[in-house]
């Protein structure tokens, strides 16, 4: 199986975007670097760039300055930083006595399939003394067509018959939830009828019996009055009743001496 193939991106290729531009000097036709450029970055100098890969490699150059200055002076250091991940200032050399070309400054591997930015603070460039930090190029490993297709592959018969099949299935259980729905429906109502049934029965009843209470409350004398009588016994036709008067009890029933001569015996 063939090595995916890497991106190799120059120092002057517009796809790194230098932020800082006065801190950055541009250099062509130079040897020993890739493509014969390199930038030089001073302190607060920055650049960008997103790539689409598993992962990345920055390469640098380190071009001391000449006599005995390159062993008191402080090399050139840069911070990088990974999609928000920052790095401690990385040093290209220590203290080389002779120029350096492609130093591997950093690298990163196993990155998501994805777009990833990567951004080059450069930490400590001495204009004064001629000392920058100096970037040759960046490569990454892009992401192969496998990862960014997610494996997808051509349409088949077999997918075409799935789709053939879709309309139908859909339909059927469309209308499947159309009757659930109906059922349900004359379920409810049907519940809330019989309950507005037994209310309103309940209702009547409760009417009746306060109408009741109400008629008692009103007149408890006049019950009183129809309730009590006098009673007075005749002899030719038995026992009469008549009112008395609120609150008095009826007296016993009396004989009535004066009997019509037709109903003494013989």
Known sequence: MASTPVVLVDDADPAIDYETPD???????EDSVHGGTYSAGFTNATAKLSF???????????????????????????ILTLDGDVTLPLIAGSNPSEPMYGFLLFQQANLSASTHTLEIDVAHGDEENNWPF???YIQYAP????SAGLGESSPSSADDDSSSLVGPILGGVVGGLVVLSLLAFAVYRWIVKR???????L????????LFAQDLKRSPSSVSDAGTATSVYHSDSGIRFGATAEGQCAPLPKVVEDVPPEYTEA
């Not at 920055?58 to 840069?78: F, K």
């Not at 209702?203 to 306060?210: G, I, N």
């Open 23 to 29: 801190l950055w000097k541009h250099f062509s036709h």
């Open 52 to 78: 689409n890969g598993t992962s990345v490699e920055v390469y640098v150059a380190v071009i001391p300055p000449t006599g005995s200055l390159a062993n008191v002076l402080q090399p050139p250091a840069a």
């Open 134 to 136: 100096i970037l040759d």
């Open 143 to 146: 992401v192969d067509a496998l």
């Open 195 to 201: 309950r507005q049934n037994k209310e309103t029965k």
């Open 203 to 210: 209702d009547r009843h409760v009417s009746a019996v306060y």
